[in-house]
């Protein structure tokens, strides 16, 4: 379930019905535990309040407080710290409800967004490279860089577009439990769209542990296509 807003979806995920000759190849969406740290570094914040804690508490007791007090100085912080670390699972898991990645024969089409939806169409010409990000478990991310002057606007992409990539932002499967199997049909349809267009294809490892598959790269391509 994803929410009464995407009830009025011709078909999910997707802004409109596929065109003849049109078909989804594979849809999924981010695991929130994953994004919840990787995106959202909840379990940053609560290491912060964790250690400010302690450090309130160990101030308290240097400055001679009562024990009431520096048990309340403690419990005080490490509430502040669970409703902060809560926030944030909780909007990583509503942002893991509301999002579709669907790949298609002809396109790749992202459409998330708690309070306001978005969704955004690029087709595999627009897309100049593309890499693959795996962690211990298998679950990774799969940026996406973009053609010539192709843009989309990094605060309409995130949280799925890679980290710090603010002057080209790069929309990115974030999270995906079967990263490495998505990968491969990324691979397979631009290698497809790289040879109707009759430009080099070429496969490159990107980071990621020994014996993972390889991350896929292609040059060449023509604007993204944008709808919110």
């Not at 997707?14 to 379990?43: K, M, V, Y």
């Not at 400010?52 to 509430?79: E, F």
């Not at 942002?95 to 998330?112: E, G, K």
């Not at 049909?185 to 014996?211: G, I, T």
Request: charged residues 15%; proline residues 7%; glycine residues 8%.
């Amino acid at each position: 379930m994803s929410g009464y807003e995407h009830d009025g979806e011709p078909v999910r995920g997707l802004p409109g019905h596929l065109p003849a000759g049109e078909q989804i190849l594979w849809q999924g969406a981010p695991d929130w535990r994953t994004l919840a740290r990787s995106a959202l570094h909840a379990h940053w914040v609560a290491v912060y309040f964790g250690g400010l804690s302690v450090w309130n508490i160990a101030t308290d007791v240097m400055a001679g407080q009562s024990v009431l007090h520096v048990l309340t100085t403690g419990v005080l912080t490490m509430l502040a710290g669970s409703v902060a670390v809560g926030l944030l699972v909780l909007y990583a898991w509503l942002s893991a409800r509301t999002t579709v990645y669907t790949l298609t024969n002809r396109r790749f089409v992202l459409r998330h967004g708690v309070a306001l939806s978005k969704c955004f169409n690029i087709p595999y010409s627009a897309v100049a490279s593309a890499g693959l990000k795996l962690d211990s478990k298998g679950v990774g991310d799969i940026p996406m860089g973009l053609a010539g002057d192709a843009r989309i606007a990094y605060p309409h992409l995130w949280p799925h577009v890679r980290p710090w990539s603010f002057v080209n932002p790069q929309p990115m499967m974030r999270a995906l439990p079967d990263a490495a199997a998505v990968a491969e049909r990324l691979s397979l349809q631009l290698q497809q769209a790289s040879s109707a267009a009759d430009r080099p294809f070429v496969a490159k490892p990107v980071r990621q542990p020994a014996a993972r598959p390889t991350a896929v790269q292609a040059s060449g391509g023509q604007p993204a296509a944008a709808q919110a």
